[in-house]
């Protein structure tokens, strides 16, 4: 079993860069694909980026395409989300996620994955 900790959350202004980060333990990450959701007030929780178990193969939603990078320091354990040219529309609590790479399931779906972290607060202001 793997554990999540989000960190990096915090107050930008549109147009500003943030980095977060998604910090493991119990388990390497390279035995698990993992993503990257996002849940704004009143809204259901939506896919944001995903790592292949391999790290070989990422994938993005289009509304954070061109802007968003994902990537992962297997050495730290850990898996990041570069977010760069914020929009207020960004703003959202942040979660990681992980799950076994023999589990089937839609990567692009919340209910795919087993493990999350506690989230971490991105604001973006205009």
């Known amino acids: 079993q793997v554990q999540l900790v989000e960190s990096g959350g915090g107050l930008v202004q549109a147009g500003g860069s943030l980095r977060l980060s998604c910090a493991a333990s119990?388990?390497?990450?390279?035995?698990?694909?993992t993503g990257w959701f996002r849940q704004a007030p009143g809204k259901e929780r939506e896919f944001v980026a995903g790592?292949?178990?391999?790290?070989?193969?990422?994938y993005y939603a289009d509304s954070v395409k061109g802007r968003f990078t994902i990537s992962r320091d297997n050495a730290k354990n850990t898996v990041y989300l570069q977010l760069n040219r914020l929009k207020p529309e960004d703003t959202a609590v942040y979660y990681c996620?992980?799950?076994?790479?023999?589990?089937?399931?839609?990567?692009?779906?919340?209910?795919?994955?087993?493990?999350w972290g506690q989230g971490t607060q991105v604001t973006v202001s205009s």
């Open positions: 790592m292949s178990w391999s790290g070989g193969s990422t």
């Open positions: 996620a992980a799950r076994a790479r023999e589990r089937d399931g839609n990567p692009y779906r919340s209910g795919s994955y087993d493990y």
């Open positions: 119990g388990r390497t990450l390279s035995s698990y694909r």
